[in-house]
């Protein structure tokens, strides 16, 4: 390849398994010799810098970009730091996806089709399994203890593999969306069905303890959306992903709801689904 190639990793991540991996995606980029630029997107103003970033300086690049998957699909965030991505003429695209052992739904199958639409080129593509991020205080989270070391190296492996590929001119290395259907057809119809909207409607309240809550601004804070405002007391407004930041990281505990029927659905839809394997990575 005549030009030098330029890497970004841009992702989102609440809870912060889906950083995790950024990083070690990053720092094997940095091993191979391929500095990569790495961009945490949430807010409107963060999306928008990332796409400029990527839109400044030409050349082919290279996009890793992960989500956590959300109602069996990539988080809000990411899917409008697509669709605004104007159409690029050389680039390649890595879609990468962390899930909380319920389903991975069709989160890689949607990311790769929008990308692709963009002009990016699936290289490859990964789901990696964290824990679940709905249930930090259960006993025996699903996903409990990753992603683990296994899980980093095998996402380290993809790196490699896809530097390989491009450095060869990454002409035969394209995945379609149909190869990242981690789900039977029936399933995957129904998961296609879902969204945060739905969830939203069945999610427990969150409610205030207004006796508890010091208007510290912690939860405005850990937001990753810039969802909350304090009206004195924490108010969510529409662009709440229901990531429940606000009440994980509430040093006071005043952010409060019962999620222990949530973390029995969440059982069940594992349960029914028994998607294997945990983490897997995506070449064409
Ligand atoms: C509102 C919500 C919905 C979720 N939906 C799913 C899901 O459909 N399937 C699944 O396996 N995990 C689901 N998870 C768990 C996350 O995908 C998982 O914990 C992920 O690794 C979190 O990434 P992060 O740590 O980068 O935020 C959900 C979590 C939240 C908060």
Known sequence: MDEQMRYFLVYCSPAGSTRHLAEVAAAELERLGNPCTLLAIGRRAAIEEARQRLAAGGGPLCLYLGTPVYSAHALPPVIEFIAGLPVAASAWAVPLVTWGGATSGVALYEMTAALAAKGYRPVGAAKVLAVHSLM??????????????????????????????????????????????????????????????????????????????????????????????????????????????????????????????????????????AETPGSQVFLP
């Open 136 to 273: 930090w205080q259960a006993e025996q989270p699903l996903g409990a203890g990753h992603p683990d070391a296994a899980d980093d190296e095998l996402l380290r492996g993809l790196v490699r593999e896809v530097a390989l590929r491009l450095a060869a001119g990454g002409a035969a290395a394209r995945l379609s969306p149909a190869d990242l259907r981690c789900q039977p057809p029936a399933v995957f119809a129904q998961l296609q069905a879902a969204s945060l909207e739905l969830a939203r409607q069945t999610l427990p309240p969150r409610v205030v303890d207004e006796e508890l809550c010091t208007q510290c601004g912690t939860c405005a804070e850990s937001c990753p959306v810039g969802a909350v405002s304090l009206e004195p007391f924490p108010v969510w407004g529409a662009a709440c992903i229901l990531c429940f930041n606000c009440m994980r990281e509430c040093p006071a505990g005043a952010v409060q709801a019962d999620l222990s029927p949530v973390h029995a659905y969440i059982r069940q839809r594992a349960a029914t689904f």
